[in-house]
């Protein structure tokens, strides 16, 4: 026990000059650290919202939409299925969760029973598994039949549950992509409930850039401009059924948004871009985005552009024209660029959307919080005032309790905070109000484990031991209990991060670390000082 290894001395030094050199920075303004070197550690412990305020969204994910958008494609299959086959039919629409026609020839009925039932599409995921469960499962659409030769399309319950789920799966991560190309660090970005994504935006500059970009949808299709029919004529209801009439971005002289007749069949879908990026028309000197396809939308980009030279070319995004520029010549290179009067700041905004990707559904903000930094500012201020008293508590304590002895425990304490404010750096981990309680909590345990073996060394003296057997059997017996006591807290916080929310892993995540933390001061280094002390000193008495 007296002894100790050369190279364990040097790995416990070492071990502590690197915490201090990882949690140095947080001693000096962020922008003092700026500009050092990159070999330079010079990272901060991550302010939660709580501490340096920010903006707290809660937002939800209109699933329904993702249901109107499949019955509208459904209809339109309908449409394309039964005319190639020569099925006459009226009353084609859609209501609810179902579409409804009726045939004009009853007894092509179950030709076109078999036709529609074609349509459907099989369902995997736990959707369709909880789908199966409450009696759905299978295809997403059921096809049913009346003797009066009216056909109904149902939308399975198991369908809707999937898409549901996809949706909120997808969007999260999309909510993710834009907001990482913000620059705002460490959001927490979660599912709350079965519909809403919870958005924590710490430190945020501009809150309503951030909302513009997660209010659009951003799904941006490209379809041709219906030049069979104009614009007056589909103003008074003559509009041709496989078409739609959709306004522009842009306005006309007298204010209003220019309209455009457009194909509803989607020639290039925008899921097929790999990138975008704000750039400047070389003629016009005007914003612009330019875009690149994969290799698919390349080909098909090129194909299109090919067949349909001499005719506009509709750039929708979110059911409004951008701009409708007329073919001149095959695209074939898979990139192009969109212009739309934008401004440096639009055309930024635009091309994050696209390369972040479009939403499955559009996402309300129906909570809205904003923290301020004063108030920030006064929860460090409480914290650091809590743990101050704490830290003086505790070290008076243990003076008051063991005397000399106790100067181990309290420089053990003094770098373990330095260890947890380090490990907490080098990880990045985001410090919340309730991690401060979490240090606080963590001060008070750090010399649980050097108030056993006191205790024990208390007792071995009692005994009739000698100081240094006194000593040695005082860390060995209580090692056990040390290890037990903080192995179950260890597990009960890592229960708190895997089931708790964002406050209460912040708070799980401090009392981790500061429980290994101490583990390692109170059984390594004070052991080393103690030790090292009674080399030197040889007491031949224990005033504990």
């Known amino acids: 026990m007296i002894y100790f290894a050369q190279w364990k001395v040097w790995l416990i030094a070492a071990v502590i000059v690197l915490g201090v050199v990882f949690a140095l920075p947080n001693a000096f303004p962020a922008k003092s650290v700026e500009g050092l070197p990159n070999w330079v550690p010079s990272r901060q412990l991550n302010l939660g919202l709580d501490l340096q305020g920010g903006s707290h969204l809660l937002l939800e994910v209109e699933t329904e939409a993702l249901v109107r958008e499949r019955l509208e494609n459904l209809v339109d299959a309908v449409r394309q299925t039964l005319r190639r086959d020569q099925i006459g039919y009226t009353g084609l629409g859609a209501a609810g969760r179902q579409v409804t026609l009726k045939l004009r020839d009853l007894p092509q009925l179950d030709k076109a029973r078999d036709l529609l039932r074609g349509l459907a599409t099989p369902i995997a995921g736990v959707g369709a598994q909880l789908g199966a469960i409450l009696g759905g499962g299978g295809p997403d659409i059921e096809v049913e039949t009346a003797p009066d030769g009216t056909i109904t399309l149902k939308l399975t319950e198991a369908a809707v549950l999937e898409a549901r789920r996809k949706a909120i799966q997808q969007?999260?991560?999309?909510?993710?992509?834009r907001i990482d190309e913000t620059g705002v660090r460490e959001p927490t970005i979660q599912q709350q409930g079965a519909e809403r994504i919870l958005v924590q935006l710490p430190g945020l500059d501009?809150?309503?850039?951030?909302?513009?970009?997660?209010?659009?949808?951003?799904?941006?299709?490209f379809r041709l401009v219906d030049a069979t029919v104009s614009v007056e004529e589909a103003r008074a209801g003559r509009l041709p059924p496989g078409s739609d009439l959709l306004d522009s971005t842009e306005n006309d002289s007298a204010g209003r948004p220019l309209q455009y007749v457009v194909?509803?069949?989607?020639?290039?879908?925008?899921?097929?871009?790999?990138?975008?990026?704000?750039?400047?028309d070389q003629r016009t000197n005007e914003p612009v985005v330019s875009f690149r396809f994969d290799s698919v939308g390349a080909k098909r980009f090129g194909e299109v552009t090919q067949q349909n030279v001499g005719r506009p070319f509709a750039i929708v995004l979110d059911?409004?024209?951008?701009?409708?520029?007329?073919?001149?010549?095959?695209?074939?290179?898979?990139?192009?660029?969109i212009s739309g009067r934008f401004t440096v700041q639009g055309a930024n905004d635009l091309a994050v959307l696209l390369r972040a990707g479009a939403l499955p559904?559009?996402?309300?903000?129906?909570?809205?919080?904003?923290?301020?930094?004063?108030?920030?500012?006064?929860?460090?201020?409480?914290?650091?005032?809590?743990?101050?008293?704490?830290?003086?508590?505790?070290i008076a304590f243990m003076f008051l309790s063991y005397g000399p002895f106790a100067a181990t425990a309290n420089i053990a304490l003094a770098v373990n905070m330095v260890l947890l404010a380090a490990a907490m750096t080098l990880l990045q981990a985001t410090l919340t109000l309730p991690g401060i309680a979490g240090i606080v909590l963590t001060v008070g345990m750090a010399v649980d484990a050097n108030v056993l073996i006191f205790e024990r060394i208390r007792e071995e003296v009692r005994a009739g031991k000698t100081p240094?057997?006194?000593?040695?059997a005082g860390y060995k017996r209580?090692?056990?209990?040390?290890?037990?006591?903080?192995?179950?807290?260890?597990?009960?916080?890592?229960?708190?991060?895997?089931f708790g929310s964002g406050p209460v892993r912040g708070f799980a995540v401090t009392l981790?670390?500061?429980?290994?933390?101490?583990?390692?001061?109170?059984?390594?280094?004070?052991?080393?000082m103690l030790v090292s002390w009674m080399r030197w000193a040889r007491p031949t008495t224990i005033a504990i």
């Open 171 to 177: 969007s999260i991560e999309i909510v993710r992509r």
């Open 206 to 221: 501009d809150p309503d850039r951030v909302k513009r970009l997660l209010g659009r949808t951003a799904k941006m299709v």
């Open 263 to 280: 194909r509803k069949q989607v020639m290039v879908s925008g899921e097929s871009l790999v990138d975008a990026q704000p750039s400047f």
């Open 319 to 337: 059911g409004k024209v951008i701009s409708a520029p007329v073919i001149r010549e095959p695209i074939l290179g898979g990139s192009g660029q």
């Open 361 to 394: 559904a559009p996402l309300k903000i129906i909570e809205e919080r904003t923290v301020g930094p004063e108030l920030g500012s006064d929860s460090i201020r409480a914290g650091t005032i809590a743990a101050f008293v704490a830290v003086i508590a505790v």
């Open 468 to 472: 240094f057997n006194a000593v040695e």
């Open 478 to 498: 209580a090692f056990v209990t040390i290890l037990d006591s903080n192995l179950t807290t260890v597990i009960a916080a890592i229960l708190l991060y895997q």
């Open 512 to 528: 981790t670390i500061g429980i290994i933390a101490s583990m390692f001061t109170a059984i390594t280094l004070s052991r080393l």
